[in-house]
């Protein structure tokens, strides 16, 4: 399979924007003249449109968190921002049908590439809405849905309704509750019982305009037995103003289903990446949370897993990698609520020149539960004296028959490492980029190839850039 | 010109001299000893002529076939044909055997070729089975959790892969048992060739019953005191180095 047709995480392939025309502006600022044009647009049921307005409510009622993350938030203007730009609702099933250019785009980031190379359904969003996406016919002839959320929430809402902001509340955090109200684009995904789509549904976001939010909002639910692998990918050009990027997205894994989810994250370094991802299990299933986070101004992100039948299963791996005048504060959250359930979270931090990397991590294990076990590993590297990692673990676990173990290391890539290196021929900057790779080694071969190589690839060309 | 020649080099490190006025010439086709007590300057020379950043060079020449390495830096001495086997090699976690020395290669070859990988794992394993390296072992991190002597076969088998025209081996005898050291000292000779010339570094005379060399040189505060044939590592294994000591007190030169 050519290692070209993966998603490509080159920052400067990313930096590059169409003058375009949209059909649909609900001007700058957010109020809840925007939120009901949002909901007039896309022809939205009451439910739905209460569900806006109510969050709006809960947006302007809650403080930022500036109490426990960084001062950065408060350089959010959030009269600033464009809420939803679109041409249009429908997405293209066909890429012909897309307008020219956003299919460049598209072509430029190798979308349809990969789509013929290795996925079983894509969705392509551009700025508010999907402009193209499209499903295997066979997928959809075993019940499988793949479609965008104002599709689903308009098609299915006897799937969805029922599991709609159930997972993460609106009240969540103010950035769920800001996704809440303006949320659009996105992926509804439902896998009948018993189905197991063996190749990748993959979903790209593209942040074209300038001051602009995009707030997709995910819904992946597999049925008993269901297995469903989910990749997304990110890019915006790089504006001189900031851009943000809060999206939430929810997953419900029912009694013995598996959902494995993956991003890479290569947003621009304008870009505010405030997400909010969580998973709910059932008994004895299993939700795998793969997240790489490499681009962006500021990225906060814990993905979690509600752990909430028997012998159910969490895992988060993440590679967070934080350059110059970046800040990658993320984690993971495992809320243990049934018996023998597990979790499993690996975190690897690189932190270059300036950029500084944050773990958060939140286990919960409560008293009555029996047989749960945590296994929590955080590494930071850092590449120069004034790099900066912290790390905040807060693990709660009561109860004499539940096990946690916590590892963190902080290391860094010595001057011997590099200097043995180079005696055998590399540069300097090839020296470290394989340090580097090496450190992250272990999780980058968890990624699907296609990612993995392109991880490797874009870690190569931070490292060149970071050596004098 | 076929040689490494080394002139009236002196080397200090942390503003303290080390190197005082060393010379040296290694041909090719030629194995050279440096014997020395600890502390008279053996890594120094091996660390210094690699380009390490720490060992200041304050005076003298250092040429590679005519060619002056002291102005280059540490890859690109490398890729001229200098290998130093390391005393203590260097832990590299998450990097391969297989990948790193691929990598080293790769940095051999013209911008953006690359080494056919068939042929590669081809050679690889071949001289993984010279120096008696468990096939896993290309899997294994660098040097990550290896014995005293997997380390120093790993470092013979990365020297037979790249095929450096003139080897430093410092002290790679250190720390290995007899079995370890015929098979280390086996590799080296499997080296031996008129296009390359090799530098032995040890405080013992042990490594050099199975590496015979063509030169033997002393090494003491900084500088060849004393060289000879292979006579003079026993010579000095039965005298000790105090012998030698003494002869210089005594102002006795040879």
């Known amino acids: ?468 | 010109m076929n040689a490494l020649e080394v002139n009236q080099l002196s080397v200090s490190i942390d503003g303290k001299r080390i190197l005082n006025e060393f010379s040296l010439s290694l041909p090719k086709g030629e194995v050279h000893a440096i014997m020395g007590p600890n502390g008279t300057g053996k890594s120094t020379l091996a660390k210094a002529l690699a380009g390490h950043e720490s060992y200041m060079v304050e005076s003298g020449t250092a040429t590679m076939d005519g060619k002056n390495i002291l102005d280059l830096e540490v890859d690109e001495i490398s890729r001229e044909g200098l290998f130093l086997a390391f005393q203590y090699p260097i832990e590299i976690p998450g990097v391969t055997i297989a990948n790193f020395i691929r990598a080293a290669l790769n940095a051999r070859q013209p911008e953006g070729e690359d080494i056919d990988a068939v042929a590669y794992y081809k050679e690889l394993y071949a001289q993984m089975e010279r120096l008696g390296i468990d096939k896993k072992f290309t899997s294994r991190s660098v040097n990550e959790g290896f014995s005293g002597g997997e380390k120093k076969r790993c470092e013979i088998l990365q020297m037979a892969m790249l095929k450096p025209a003139y080897c430093i081996l410092d002290e790679t005898d250190s720390g290995l048992d007899i079995d370890a050291l015929k098979i280390v000292a086996d590799g080296v000779n499997h080296m031996r060739s008129e296009d390359r010339g090799i530098l032995v570094i040890t405080h013992y005379q042990r490594l050099l019953n199975y590496i015979v060399p063509d030169r033997v040189h002393i090494l003491w505060d900084g500088r060849i005191v004393k060289s000879g044939d292979k006579s003079l590592a026993l010579e000095v294994e039965e005298r000790g180095y105090d012998w030698i000591k003494e002869r210089l007190t005594a102002g006795v030169e040879s």
């Open chain 1, 1 to 468: 399979m050519s290692t070209q047709a993966a998603i490509d995480i080159d920052r400067e392939k990313g930096n590059f924007s169409y003058d375009t025309t949209y059909d649909y502006d609900a001007g700058i600022g957010l109020n809840e003249g925007v939120v009901n044009y949002i909901a007039d647009v896309k022809g939205e049921d009451d439910w739905v449109r209460d569900f806006r307005l109510k969050a709006l409510e809960v947006f302007n009622s809650k403080p930022l968190p500036t109490n426990w993350a960084t001062k950065d938030l408060e350089n959010i203007d959030f009269d600033k921002f464009r809420y939803y730009l679109s041409k249009g609702q429908e997405p293209s099933r066909t890429w012909e049908d897309v307008p020219d250019d956003v299919k460049e785009t598209f072509e430029r980031l190798g979308i349809p590439e990969q789509e013929r190379a290795f996925l079983a359904g894509v969705e392509a969003q551009f700025d508010s809405e999907a402009a193209y996406s499209r499903m295997k016919d066979e997928l959809a002839k075993e019940g499988v849905i793949f479609v965008g959320s104002t599709e689903g929430l308009k098609e299915h809402p006897e799937i969805f309704k029922k599991f709609f902001g159930k997972v993460i509340p609106t009240g969540d955090n103010k950035f769920s509750a800001l996704n809440s109200c303006v949320f659009s684009g996105g992926s509804f995904i439902y896998v009948p019982p018993g189905v197991k789509v063996q190749q990748p549904l993959q979903a790209y976001f593209r942040i074209n305009a300038e001051n602009f939010g995009q707030f997709e909002r995910t819904l992946i639910i597999a049925d008993e037995g269901a297995e469903v692998t989910y990749m997304e990918g990110c890019t915006a050009p790089k504006f001189e103003t900031t851009t943000l990027h809060s999206a939430v997205v929810e997953l419900v894994a029912l009694k013995g289903a598996k959902i494995q989810y993956i991003t890479v994250q290569n947003w621009s370094a304008n870009v505010f990446n405030l997400v909010t991802k969580r998973g709910l299990a059932e008994e004895d299933a299993e939700i795998k949370w793969i997240d790489c986070n490499i681009g962006s101004r500021l990225t906060m992100k814990y993905p979690g897993v509600i752990l909430k039948g028997r012998k159910a299963r969490g895992e988060v791996v993440s590679i967070a990698l934080a350059g110059e005048g970046q800040h990658q504060d993320t984690g993971a959250k495992m809320i243990h609520a049934a018996d023998e359930t597990t979790s499993n979270i690996i975190s690897k931090s690189i932190s270059v020149g300036e950029g500084r990397s944050t773990y958060r991590g939140q286990v919960h294990i409560p008293k009555h539960l029996q047989g749960c076990r945590n296994n929590t590993e955080c590494d930071a590297l850092l590449i120069n004296a004034n790099s900066r990692t912290d790390t905040y673990p807060a693990i709660t676990v009561r109860g004499d028959d539940n096990s946690v173990q916590h590892e963190a290391s902080v290391s860094k890539v010595s001057a011997e490492q590099i200097f043995y290196l180079m005696q055998r021929g590399l540069n300097e900057g090839e020296a470290m980029s394989l340090a580097v790779n090496g450190f992250v080694n272990d999780l980058v071969k968890q990624f699907p190839m296609e990612y993995s190589v392109e991880l490797k690839r874009l870690i190569d060309l931070e490292m060149e850039g970071s050596v004098g």
